[in-house]
């Protein structure tokens, strides 16, 4: 059987997805956020910059988080502690930058402070380590006292190579311990180091265990310009002449002959005596 569909209207599903359709309430909410959230917001993204920035350079330059409290020295011997922390805290005071203090351990110049010791107290070994947040530590090796140099109206405590540990205390007792030796020419001391010919100072210091027996009392030990020449002041008696680059047993030699046998009585009352030129001995009257 024919059925005639032609006079039946067709129905047909309405397609959506070909419309754009969106929610008013929807988009007016969107709109709102972009509006006003201030995350997004170029002012408070430049403001939350700036506080981060400001808390930074507080945090780093103002903070107490980072003050040293606490100094640790080790290996002091003869030098106080008390006068180490006074150098120490006489570079803390000085600022950094106009405003940062040394105080502050990230800005503490630790070769600033270290030139600033040796120059003082020249140490044998000085080592310097920044502990964050709080700590200084300090390690020290002084050198050993070996005679006192004598220079420009100063005294000044010398180790075996003849570098100037420090300046002699006018009140200090230990200064009767050492020999002294003293400069009268026109070779001065330099970076912390006697620049006198250290040969003859080697010399001096062999002569000074020499000549350390019973009946020779010395005041010290005199160079000036004479090269290859060193003068021995002895206290009560005459002016002993040696010749640095001499054998130091021939002339001690001689003078013990000059002093037992020759003038005995009479050898302290000469003005010096010149030991100088081999067997050949000059008496000064």
């Known amino acids: 059987m024919y059925k005639d569909f032609s006079y039946q209207k067709s129905k047909v599903k309405t397609d959506y997805q070909r419309h754009k359709l969106s929610n008013p309430f929807k988009s007016e909410s969107r709109e709102r956020k972009n509006k006003f959230s201030w995350p997004q917001s170029r002012f408070w993204r430049i403001a939350m910059a700036l506080i981060i920035v400001a808390t930074l350079i507080w945090f780093i330059f103002f903070s107490n988080f980072w003050s040293i409290t606490k100094i640790d020295i080790q290996g002091m011997e003869r030098i106080s502690r008390e006068e180490i922390e006074i150098q120490i805290q006489e570079?803390?005071?000085?600022?950094?930058?106009?405003?940062?203090?040394?105080?502050?351990?990230?800005?503490?110049?630790?070769?600033?402070?270290?030139?600033?010791?040796?120059?003082?107290?020249?140490?044998?070994?000085?080592?310097?380590?920044?502990k964050i947040p709080h700590t200084l530590k300090l390690t020290i090796k002084e050198r050993p006292r070996d005679f006192i140099w004598q220079e420009g109206g100063k005294?000044?405590?010398?180790?075996?190579?003849?570098?100037?540990?420090?300046?002699?205390?006018?009140?200090?007792?230990?200064?009767k311990k050492y020999q002294v030796m003293e400069n009268r020419s026109q070779k001065l001391i330099d970076k912390n180091k006697v620049s006198y010919n250290l040969d003859d100072i080697k010399f001096t210091k062999e002569l000074m265990l020499l000549l350390n027996v019973p009946g020779f009392k010395i005041n010290k030990y005199i160079f000036d310009e004479q090269i290859n020449f060193v003068k021995v002041d002895l206290q009560g008696g005459p002016m002993l002449y040696f010749n640095t680059k001499g054998n130091i047993e021939g002339q001690l030699k001689n003078l013990q002959i000059i002093h037992e046998e020759k003038l005995k009585e009479d050898f302290k009352k000469k003005k010096y005596i010149d030991l100088r030129s081999g067997d050949t001995i000059f008496i000064g009257k």
């Open 155 to 175: 005294s000044y405590y010398c180790d075996e190579n003849a570098y100037i540990i420090s300046e002699v205390d006018p009140n200090d007792s230990e200064q």
């Open 91 to 130: 570079q803390l005071n000085k600022k950094v930058f106009y405003f940062a203090s040394q105080k502050n351990v990230l800005f503490l110049h630790t070769e600033e402070l270290e030139q600033t010791l040796n120059d003082k107290y020249n140490f044998e070994y000085l080592s310097i380590i920044k």
